[in-house]
């Protein structure tokens, strides 16, 4: 029989495939998709090959006509040997793996294309025995036409079953050429999967993460689908996807499974809107399983929903989150923020005025930059926007692309041919690497000069500040990568054209936020109006300020007198720039024009917490209120002590760095005496002692050794002066009343708590949440930070 005829009754095996499923009439407006272009191979194999899902691959002399090579060599297997792991595919694909065909010298696969636009490639590999060769030995190339898809790959792991999927854009309606070669030993391949796939699989445009905004272009690039999880569901094997996806499991990526809870309806629940989200999104398997948060009788409610999962960080990725109110019992119940590597996503996402409805599909994708990437992995975040009655978020499904750099690889920085001498580049491509090398030299000459400037000009308490190298180390720490995708080139080309010094277009580049001038700076506050300062502290005076836009800001302008200086000024940068969360006061950006130190931030309109407790004639705060600000500070410092590729410790927690928005959510501040965390070998980092008297954990002070403990300690002090609306040191008090900690520990002990609380609450608590809040704060506050609690556990206890 011909190829050609082969061809046919795959097109029509597929068609009966796709019709065949499970699919109920009424759970999408569009029916079974039926590819243009099909071509599926099962490769080294004497016959063709009818997996339990319907699809029929070709055997190798049906596929011969598609192949050109000098030589290769086919092997198979009887069986797959017990030890192979095969639990991350689906059972159907696994006769794929018993056949193989090796190639000693390059081999080319031709496809013709019908219809232009998205494919899907799928390869199999697996080093069965192979009388001629060790399959573990080869170390190749895999390319489709100019597209580097997999470049030295090898497989030394003869349990391991990989499958490798991509999505690639055919522009023409020509040929693809897939490639298969090495320069080092051979290469093989045991399963070929060339198949079109809907053009409205990817939209053009998305959000943003860093900087949050609008991403246009999508459409351009090409991408490997590295993990498409079922969230809160079981395995969905290809035969019940229209696309012949798999979907696997979540529960493997979760870091905090008892704080999740998953949730489940019927199919036939689930109304595809029309336009919107369609079956060749997700199937409706995934729209009917979720993951929601724990059940809100409980106190795993204050946890965010949490997935981390390893990518290489080399690369820029999209992320694509499914959702589907399951769990409402009517409208506008659900609320919550969406975070990737702790910078927000999505605040305050609402399904029902999204979708309109209950049990309807909805996606929606961001686009993550490779700088924003920290120790190799990228972690999803779910939570509730703000703190209702019944907190919740949910989620059913994550898929993570990786996103082709801009020398057309999925697998390194080469483009196709590039280690083979001069390869086919387009002049385009050569533009681009002069372009960027352009770029980064002028860069550093602008960065070198603006150094020499800054020296020169600097105030006389800089002069034992930072030298070249260390100013250099925390754009090194921030694993910024320049030139890691299109849209990186794009901002770091641009902000070092229009920035005022080398320093300020560096920042800007890693993600440190906007880089304003001094004269912005000033109209926003009247040029530094007096009247604009709302507060005042060892850095220097703060300023409430208006954009351009109107938005309200808070700027802090550094003393060049403050003892503080140019090291908290870039600890605040770097730190902030690391980290992003609800109740973590955001960087908005900095200026460091003509010597200044200025930062940015979110306005909090109430201000600091401890206005509203003592000293001034605001209103005081109900039980409630207190009690919803303690959780939302633990949770921001719980998110710097884990959330963070490397932990931060604040070391100056308390009650004025604890700021309040409109709504009266809290939110961290001051990061200026922030330090990163210990490694997970060691217990703590030997640092000297700063912090704020009355906060300081007795142990640090003695030992000059620093944790995330001595957060802890802080925060407990914070509970007391919550709870009794007094200073923390209070030197015009009699001797044993001077230290808040020590006071409020003795009636405690006592069992007499109540006595000393803020008589505005006092008789307003249940006697049995006034134990535990002082159990938890009691904690906090032991001697010996090995027997305080982690920041989890109070977060826990309150």
């Not at 794929?96 to 232009?116: C, G």
């Not at 320069?183 to 198949?195: C, D, G, L, R, T």
């Not at 796939?197 to 999508?218: N, R």
């Amino acid at each position: 029989m011909s190829t050609l005829f082969f061809l046919c009754l795959l097109r029509f095996t597929y068609l009966v495939s796709a019709q065949g499923s499970d699919f109920p009439s009424s759970a999408s407006p569009i029916g079974p998709y039926v590819p243009p272009d099909i071509y599926l191979i099962d490769c080294g194999s004497p016959q063709q090959t009818k997996l339990d899902d319907g699809r029929i691959f070709l055997s190798e002399r049906d596929a011969s006509p598609l192949l050109r090579t000098k030589q290769d060599v086919l092997a198979q297997v009887d069986s797959l040997p017990s030890s192979v792991s095969s639990s991350s595919h689906p059972a159907s694909s696994l006769p794929l793996y018993r056949t193989v065909r090796v190639f000693p010298d390059e081999a080319i696969y031709t496809f013709k294309v019908s219809h232009a636009g998205l494919h899907w490639v799928r390869l199999y590999f697996h080093p069965i025995p192979c009388p001629t060769y060790n399959l573990v030995n080869a170390v190749f190339t895999v390319t489709a036409n100019e597209l580097v898809l997999l470049h030295d790959f090898s497989m030394t792991d003869i349990s391991k079953l990989v499958f490798k999927e991509y999505l690639i854009s055919v522009n023409s309606t020509d040929t693809v050429l897939l490639k298969f070669s090495s320069e080092k030993s051979f290469s093989f391949v045991n399963a070929i999967e060339f198949v079109s796939a809907p053009d409205s699989l990817i939209s053009d445009t998305a959000t943003a993460v860093l900087p949050l905004g609008e991403f246009a272009g999508l459409t351009t690039y090409d991408y490997e689908v590295t993990y498409r999880l079922n969230v809160g569901g079981p395995t969905v094997s290809p035969s019940n996807d229209t696309l012949f996806r798999t979907w696997q499991p979540d529960n493997a990526y979760m870091t905090f499974a008892e704080g999740a809870q998953n949730v489940s309806v019927p199919f036939d629940v689930i109304k595809y809107p029309n336009p919107g989200a369609t079956a060749y999104i997700a199937p409706y398997y995934v729209y009917a399983t979720a993951d929601q948060m724990a059940d809100s009788g409980v106190n795993q409610q204050n946890f965010n929903l949490t997935w981390k999962m390893s990518v290489d960080p080399s690369f820029s990725y999209m992320i694509r989150m499914h959702f589907c109110d399951i769990v409402s019992k009517s409208l506008n119940q659900l609320y919550f923020d969406v975070y990737i590597n702790g910078l927000m996503g999505a605040s305050g996402l609402d399904l029902s005025s999204l979708t309109g409805g209950l049990a309807i599909p909805y996606y929606k994708d961001f686009v993550l930059d490779a700088s924003a990437i920290r120790n190799g992995s990228i972690m999803i975040q779910l939570g509730p926007a703000v703190d209702p009655s019944s907190p919740n978020a949910i989620l059913n499904g994550i898929e993570i692309f990786k996103i082709s750099n801009p020398a057309k690889s999925l697998d390194s920085d080469l483009a196709a041919g590039s280690s083979l001498g001069p390869g086919p580049r387009t002049n385009k491509m050569k533009i681009f690497a002069a372009i960027a090398l352009a770029t980064g030299i002028t860069a550093m000459f602008l960065f070198a000069k603006s150094f020499l400037w800054k020296k020169k000009k600097k105030p006389q308490t800089w002069k034992h500040g930072k030298s070249f190298s260390s100013w250099f180390s925390p754009l090194n720490n921030s694993k910024a990568h320049l030139l890691s995708s299109r849209t990186s080139y794009r901002s770091s080309f641009l902000s070092s054209s229009k920035s005022k010094s080398g320093f300020s277009s560096f920042f800007a580049s890693a993600g440190f936020g906007r880089t304003f001038t001094f004269k912005e700076l000033q109209e926003a506050t009247q040029n530094f109006d007096e009247k604009a300062v709302i507060g005042v502290g060892g850095f220097g005076k703060v300023y409430l300020g208006a954009l351009e836009d109107g938005k309200k800001v808070a700027i802090k302008r550094g003393n060049p007198s403050s003892q503080q200086g140019i090291n908290e000024f870039q600890t605040e940068i770097q730190m902030l720039s690391r980290v992003r969360h609800r109740h973590l006061v955001s960087l908005i950006g900095y200026c460091d024009e003509n010597s200044e130190m200025i930062l940015v931030y979110e306005y909090m309109a109430n201000g600091p917490l401890r206005d509203h407790l003592y000293g001034s004639s605001l209103p005081p705060l109900s039980w409630k209120q207190r009690l919803e600000i303690c959780i939302g500070a633990a949770r921001g410092l719980h998110y710097l002590h884990t959330g963070a590729a490397q932990g931060i410790i604040h070391r100056d927690v308390k009650t004025t760095n604890i700021l309040l928005d409109e709504n009266f959510l809290a939110k961290v501040s001051d990061f200026g005496l922030s330090k990163a965390a210990p490694n997970l070998d060691q217990t703590h980092v030997s640092t000297a002692v700063k912090g704020s008297f009355g906060y300081l954990d007795p142990e640090y002070f003695r030992r000059q050794q620093l944790s995330d403990k001595s957060d802890v300690y802080s925060f407990g002090v914070v509970l007391f002066e919550v709870l009794c609306a007094r200073p923390a040191i209070n030197p015009a008090l009699p001797r044993e009343q001077v230290s808040l900690a020590e006071w409020a520990m003795q009636w405690h002990r006592k069992g007499m708590l109540e006595k000393i609380i803020d008589p505005h609450i006092a008789g307003k608590i249940c006697p049995q949440a006034l134990k535990k809040y002082a159990e938890a704060a009691e904690k906090c506050l032991a001697e010996y930070g090995v027997d305080r609690p982690a920041m989890s556990d109070v977060l826990w206890n309150l």
